[in-house]
Every structure is written in C-alpha cells, then in structure tokens.
C-alpha cells in the first residue's frame, strides 16, 4: 500500500498545492480541516479515494490524534494572521503546532514539516511573531528531525498580498498604506510546496527561509501591482502612529460587532509586523540549498491581477482599440 501524508490545514492556501504534489508522487493524502464538507475540491487531485479531507481541529488531541492515524508523514500548514475567537495566535501557532509534533512523536511517524514564518521571533512585540517562534521551539523539541520552513509573504492566485492591493486600489484616487519603506521578498506558493515534499520524502531536513528572486519595498511592489492592472493612485505612506489607530479602531470596531466580523484590514499587530523588513537573512539556508529555482513574480502576477484593471479581461483590447485610426 502507497505511503499516507496528514496535510493539517490541506485545503488551505499552501495546503492545497502540498496536497497536490503529494498526489503525484503517489501518496495518499489526508487532508486534516475544520471543516471537511469545504475541502471536497482537493479530492480531484488523485485518483479516486487517493485524497481525502477529513475533519481535525489541532486545539484538540483527540482529533489530531485520529489525523495521524496511520500516517508515515505530516505536514503543518495551519496558521492565521489575526486572532478570531477561540482560535488566537497561542492556541492555534503555539500549542497546536506543539500538539501535532507530539502526537507525531508518540505513533513513531517518520517525518514531519512544518510551515513557519520569516521574522517568527521569540522576542518580538508581535504575538503573531512570538507565536511562530514558540511553534518552531515545539516542534523541534518534540521532533528533533522536523523540517521548518519560514517563507516571506507568500504569492499566487488566491494570495492576501497583490490581491489585497489590487482591490484597494479600486476604491478612490489614493492608496493609503503603512510601512512603506518595509523590504519583502514575495515567494510563490508552488515554490514553497516543492520544498515541502523535499521534507516529506526525506530529501532534505533543517530550517530554511524561503524568499523569491526579487527583493522590493512595499511602495516598490505596490507600484509594481499598479501597473499591472494599469490604474494611476496616489500611493500615500501613512505614519506607523496613524497605522496603529487605525488597527486600533478596526480590532475595537470588530470587537463591538461581538466578533460577528473579523478584522481583515489592518491589525494592530500587523503593524508591528511592518516595521520590519520580512526577507531572508544572509547567512540562512533557502531555496538554493534545496535544489529549487524560485519563481518572480513579475513572471506570475499579471496572469491573475488582471481581474482589478478597469475592464477586466478587455482592458487590453480597449487600449489597443484607442490606436486605431477611424
């Protein structure tokens, strides 16, 4: 029988690319979610009974536990970038991560990989920093073998990056933005899943920080969205006080709603977040170390921004048809 991979998070962003590049090297893929009657899209990725999602919620052992039933590898891809409800960044980044690597150890499964962050840091003001670090102190003290990986920002057709500025930018004449000056190193989320099944096959173990070909400010790769869905905004540099009263305002305004709403516009930890560059140290192992030859995103976004140009699929079409002579 073909070897069994549990994908925490599988239906997810990145997730779902894992879950696919583990169908075709074979695998069975189980696809551990919160809710399994929304992952039935990842079943095509195989052959029939190949991939199947299956319900899991890390904050509990019993539910992790029966995940890895069987399972001769797994993968961590559960994360979150704000606080909602019972899931918070401690409960889901911290012991959720620690449950799994545990759990993993106790039922002798081979080996694990866990999706991390770049900038995760014990010492950071931002929760969602400290709680990756504590994640990565968790699983390696349960799993010493484990394999971390700490992508930069991740991109692709489904990302909360180009996406979420390509939006604004349809919203009125300026583009307010915090952290202007702030360096990101977007890596594509097929890239990170390649690195992913290295760990899971054995190839390759250790913590590696993962950044794509192109190193650009927030303004530079703002900018860069602008002109791939050809709109003029004024791009304005907020202040970081002015970004943390607005994370303010936003945080307290969800919390009145009795958290009917998440905060998807800018958290007050987000903005910690932005005072600090979020690329790949110097002296760290990436994608060279792997074998890998990561992907830009000039060569990838305009396949997907072009949604947000003032006429969508016929933009192209209506600035060629302005050169015509009548």
Known sequence: MSKLVTIFGGSGFVGRHIAQRMAKQSWRVRVAVRRPNEAMFVKPYGTVGQVEPVFCNIRDDVSVSEALDGANAVVNCVGILANSGKNTFETVQAEGA???ARIATEKNIERLVHLSALGADAESESS??????????????????????RPSVIFGADDQFFNRFASMSRMGPILPIVGGETLFQPVYVDDVAKAAVKGVLGEASGRFELGGPQVNSLRGWVDDILEVINRNKIVLNLPFFVGRMMGWSFDIGCKMLFGLLDNKMLTRDQVKLLRHDNIVAEDAKGFEALGIQPIAPDAIIADYLWRF??????????????????
Not at 309 to 326: F, M, T
């Open 98 to 100: 620690s449950r799994i």
């Open 128 to 149: 969602y920093a400290r709680t990756k670090a504590a994640g990565e102190a968790a699983i390696l003290e349960n799993f010493p073998t484990a394999m971390i990986l």
């Open 309 to 326: 140009r003032p006429s969508g699929q016929y933009d192209a079409i209506k600035e060629s048809a302005k050169n015509l002579k009548v």
